[in-house]
């Protein structure tokens, strides 16, 4: 009954949002803990997180074989990155990360492009930075510099704009001091 009455009087409800993994969606609120940050704080080489973020764009990447990667963006510099496989219930998730930028930078001639992901600049098994030594974990067990790994993502904001992302990524990571 209440929606022949919205339709009469021209209101329509707003679509449900798409859900992803823990349920979330553009606009959603989430809050993580940051109690294990806060007792490393002096070993981090970024700056803290913060605790509550509002979900300002979303993304999906499949990477075939019932695996996909859910990217979940700020209106800051982070995004939470949830890996799945099977499907997006709370058993299929396989890792989440919350990604903090450190830089970044424009790059708008070719030759640099090339340049910056080439396997010597972008795929060494392990990497220096902040006077710390990090491993290669895409590929870990093949030996030498290696090509980085491709991955189109579908991205979507709050406007309702989407586009896609071509990225040529390589993950590192190491231990924590603490």
């Given at each position: 009954m209440m929606q022949f009455f919205q339709r009469l009087l021209g209101k329509t409800s707003a679509p449900a949002p798409i859900r992803g993994p823990l349920g979330l969606h553009l606009n959603a609120g989430f809050t993580l803990d940051t109690l294990a940050f806060r007792l490393l704080e002096s070993s981090l080489l970024v700056e803290l997180p913060g605790e509550k973020y509002t979900v300002a764009a979303a993304s999906r990447i499949d990477l075939g074989g019932g695996s996909q990667i859910f990217r979940y963006y700020t209106s800051g510099d982070e995004f939470l990155q949830i890996n799945t496989t099977g499907g997006t219930d709370v058993d299929d998730i396989d890792d989440i990360k919350l990604f903090v930028y450190e830089e970044s930078f424009g790059i708008n001639e070719e030759r640099h492009w090339r340049s910056a992901i080439a396997p010597a600049a972008i795929?060494?098994?392990?990497l220096n930075w902040q006077e710390r030594r990090w491993q290669r974990f895409f590929n870990h067990e093949e030996p030498g510099n290696i090509e980085p790994v491709y991955m189109l993502e579908k991205v979507e904001n709050q406007q309702a704009e989407k586009?896609?992302?071509?990225?040529?990524?390589?993950?590192f990571q190491r231990q924590g001091d603490g």
């Amino acid at each position: 009954m209440m929606q022949f009455f919205q339709r009469l009087l021209g209101k329509t409800s707003a679509p449900a949002p798409i859900r992803g993994p823990l349920g979330l969606h553009l606009n959603a609120g989430f809050t993580l803990d940051t109690l294990a940050f806060r007792l490393l704080e002096s070993s981090l080489l970024v700056e803290l997180p913060g605790e509550k973020y509002t979900v300002a764009a979303a993304s999906r990447i499949d990477l075939g074989g019932g695996s996909q990667i859910f990217r979940y963006y700020t209106s800051g510099d982070e995004f939470l990155q949830i890996n799945t496989t099977g499907g997006t219930d709370v058993d299929d998730i396989d890792d989440i990360k919350l990604f903090v930028y450190e830089e970044s930078f424009g790059i708008n001639e070719e030759r640099h492009w090339r340049s910056a992901i080439a396997p010597a600049a972008i795929g060494p098994m392990t990497l220096n930075w902040q006077e710390r030594r990090w491993q290669r974990f895409f590929n870990h067990e093949e030996p030498g510099n290696i090509e980085p790994v491709y991955m189109l993502e579908k991205v979507e904001n709050q406007q309702a704009e989407k586009w896609d992302v071509h990225n040529f990524t390589m993950g590192f990571q190491r231990q924590g001091d603490g």
